[in-house]
């Protein structure tokens, strides 16, 4: 009896074990995984270790360690609280750290002098009333929207070094050395991050913001180019629609905001880089991200029609079928066109074939609705389905044409290169379509 | 000339004192508007002020600081890092702290009794090499989903002060004293963060996202009630719509997941408080805001005909008035029950009235699109235009009802209180509607 209960012990725990390493081997493959869908995680990871590593020599090395002594770990810490996975989001975070610590070690130190004429009973209390009048206020001032926008963090440092300085030079009369410290090893710390940051294979928000939006209109193009084949087509044969997932990439518009504003706010900081310039448009940026969140509106409309369980007949469907898919798809078109400009940095053609065509194909639509929709008589509801998407086809048409006039201003306000006109198809000059052979709009 | 020139300055100095004046009251106005549109803000930063006095005590008084020294900074630090305006926040962050540190100091320890074996010249060597491996192995964890959603500020706490603890134990041979006060204060600034936080007029995230649920179906329940006025009745007029402005609070809903979902992570946090117990359904709140939002972006679309420029024409809008204006008001009332509901605490009726009466209005309105709304054959497009919005209306029945399923199901979960059923009107007991005179639908 003792025997078998001893193997069914160790069966269990063999099973046991074999749960945990399964879940070990899971974990592992989550890992990879993460790493095999953006490598930079990697490479930001192994910058971090570098960076923390880089500072912790203020230890190691004695005439280093003579200059510091142990506040060199403020260095450490200040490394690991400002390295962010973008240089906007690190250069924000360090800016503010260095900043507020300075102004702030010499408020403590203005404080600290102030208390201590006191005397040696009314120090510690002089003390605490301005350590609470302080920490109130600047508590209250981060409520302050502008402020919590781009500088909570420097707010919280400030809070900190200030209570810091003034509260420890109660015990230590080297109040100025220590803040001295403070805010030298702080400088140090942050910049090794962001030197780190910026110059190891940097990641620039400013570009993550820049990529996204094109993808966003990216993602709407495929619905659109998707969805007469989808809507039309396939129903023919009377099957399910499992192929519409394959267009369902547009749902993660609806809810980009946050993002989209969070990246923004944080790709201000960045400097120049590569063809984006310190001051470059990223307001903009957000509202032609804003146009195509509303785009993405009218396609969450008309996906309902697309994935409905009672799908309009389809002799109703046929009505409107042919001006109906040529205005989807050449939407898409015009959506692409728009996306591919964006990430080429170049300005697209201000008169997009794309949109005219799928203004005329509205006309007839229209034409279409006017003549023929209304006959089918005994079918009214579908007739109206029907006549609703048609409507939303003319909506899309609307939203596509504010987008595209809102990436031609943020063409011609980030200063995007001009595309070379094809005027003359006779005269081949194709060697010589280098960056100087543009046409300045802005003279 | 040269008195001219003083005057010029006067007066310029004077404008810019002015100026600046001007700026200073704007500022304070605004900083008043702030405290105004929620006095918590203010409760907060003198809750803030509070705890930070109370752990710099650590440093005021003799026994308090002969047990800690220098080490007592942490305590302030801690206290200005961790205290957020919510509790579920506040104890997240204290949490995470607290366990990260002792964790890493430990781990920190260990590191620096296994360098201190290879000798002075080995070291720093292998000292860095940990440091190296555990800050690129803990960055990456920063990576992955679960992890950042809960234990973010945990992993960067870890990577903080295992650095911190092995690096400085190269020149501090006393490396556990340093580990236990580093996690001894920490444990007392979060401990004075979270106590002051809890006990002192707390604002609980869960009861805000709880609030923030019940707002966003009274916004969309606010629009359709007033829909139909709107709609129907205003243009008979011919006047613009300025009034449908104050319709328009359900934008906020459309873009509302982040904040919700960031709040239902942080309730998770909260212990349990009045009438939400620890382990609330939190997720059943994320489903009824998916849901409610999804009705959003269907009342984004009605709005579309709502504001349109090209109305349709009276006489073709007549034809759908009546049900449309009965189905829009229903269902607002439904929503504005559910809110209610909601708000209160109380489970509502499951079979409800208003969704029954929309769901006529709606057959209704069907027979009626069927029967003449395609007797007007000369206005097709205005016609199609009608029936979309009476397509929309029926999307919104539709909506209002998962919407309503998904909060009995949270009502049911959350154990809301069931309401007094009106079974026998003769017999009177108003006396007795206590929490005890309740059927229990779990048995």
């Not at 547009?250 to 946050?258: A, E, F, N």
């Not at 994935?307 to 002799?315: I, W």
């Not at 980030?414 to 100087?436: I, M």
Request: glycine share 8%; with cysteine.
């Amino acid at each position: 009896m003792s025997s078998s209960n001893n193997d069914h012990d160790q069966v269990k725990s063999a099973g046991l074990f074999e749960r945990l390493w399964g879940k070990i081997v899971k974990f592992g493959l989550m890992l990879k995984k993460l790493g095999q869908d953006d490598p930079r995680r990697i490479v930001h990871s192994l910058k971090v270790a570098l960076a923390v590593t880089l500072v912790s020599m203020l230890f190691y090395f004695e005439p280093l360690y003579d200059g510091f002594g142990l506040a060199a770990m403020w260095a450490i810490l200040t490394v690991v609280i400002v390295f962010e996975f973008t240089v906007g989001a690190t250069i924000g975070r360090g800016l503010n750290r260095m900043m507020a610590t300075l102004v702030a070690a010499a408020l403590g130190i203005g404080v600290h002098r102030l208390a201590t004429l006191s005397g040696k009973q009314g120090e510690p209390i002089l003390i605490a009333l301005f350590v609470f009048v302080e920490a109130g206020i600047v508590t209250f001032f981060r409520f302050i929207p502008q402020m919590k926008a781009r500088y909570d963090f420097g707010l919280l440092v400030f809070n900190l070094t200030f209570c810091l300085i003034s509260v420890s030079g109660y015990r230590d009369d080297e109040v100025i050395r220590m803040g001295f410290e403070r805010t030298n090893t702080i400088i140090i710390g942050s910049c090794t991050a962001v030197a780190v940051c910026v110059f190891i294979r940097p990641v620039w928000i400013g570009v993550e913001l820049h990529n996204q939006i094109a993808t966003n209109m990216e993602k709407l193009a495929n619905f659109l180019e998707g969805f007469g084949d989808e809507y039309f087509i396939v129903s023919e044969n009377g099957q399910t629609r499992d192929k519409s997932s394959s267009l369902q990439g547009y749902k993660s518009v609806l809810t980009s905001k946050s993002s989209e504003d969070t990246m923004a706010n944080l790709a201000r900081w960045e400097p120049g880089h590569g063809r984006f310039r310190f001051r470059h448009p990223w307001k903009q940026y957000l509202k032609v991200g804003t146009l195509t969140r509303q785009c993405a509106f009218k396609i969450e409309a008309l996906n309902n029609y697309l994935t409905s369980e009672t799908q309009t007949p389809q002799d109703v469907k046929s009505i409107i079928q042919g001006p109906s898919v040529v205005i989807s798809s050449e939407c898409g078109k015009a959506l692409k066109q728009l996306a591919t400009s964006m990430r080429k940095m170049t300005k697209s053609p201000s008169n997009d074939p794309h949109i005219a065509k799928s203004k005329d194909a509205a006309e007839e639509l229209k034409a279409v609705i006017r003549s023929s929709l209304c006959k089918h008589q005994d079918d009214s509801l579908n007739i109206i389905k029907d006549g609703a998407v048609a409507l939303l086809l003319f909506e899309i048409i609307t939203c596509t044409e504010k987008i595209s006039e809102a990436a031609h201003k943020l063409a011609s306000q980030a200063h995007f290169k001009d595309v070379k006109p094809r005027v003359t198809p006779v005269q081949e000059n194709s060697g010589n379509d280098g960056p100087h052979h543009v046409i300045t709009i802005e003279g």
